[in-house]
């Protein structure tokens, strides 16, 4: 069983940076892929982006186009967290942010994450 609980979240004008922090709970952290996504009003949960867990080739970030060159996600198995760095953000960007734990190696899609977090409203103000 993993719990994941997010912050981090807020209110920031175009262009401007937040960092989003999800805390993990278990014995297992570095087995899992970590991921964020997204969820607009109204659409689909997005992918963001993914980071591997840590194999013998250690860990290996991914990103979806609209974000790549502007977030960066790592994390600290030390301290069972995983981070978003988001810069440069636009008005698009707007949406509750997921972090979620996947026992898949890599994985971009909502269905193959087994455990969620409750979510932290980010709002992109133009």
């Known amino acids: 069983q993993v719990q994941l609980v997010e912050s981090g979240g807020g209110l920031v004008q175009t262009g401007g940076s937040l960092r989003l922090l999800c805390a993990a709970s278990?014995?297992?952290?570095?087995?899992?892929?970590m991921g964020w996504f997204r969820q607009a009003p109204g659409k689909e949960r997005e992918f963001v982006a993914t980071?591997?867990?840590?194999?013998?080739?250690?860990?290996?970030?991914y990103y979806s186009d609209s974000v790549k060159g502007r977030f960066t996600i790592s994390r600290d198995n030390a301290g069972n967290t995983v981070s978003l760095q988001m810069n440069s953000l636009k008005p698009e960007d707007t949406a509750i942010y997921y972090c979620a734990a996947s026992r898949t190696l890599l994985a971009s899609t909502p269905i193959l994450y087994n455990y969620w977090g409750q979510g932290t409203q980010v709002t992109v103000s133009s």
């Open positions: 278990g014995r297992t952290f570095t087995l899992y892929a």
């Open positions: 980071i591997t867990g840590s194999g013998g080739s250690g860990s290996r970030p």
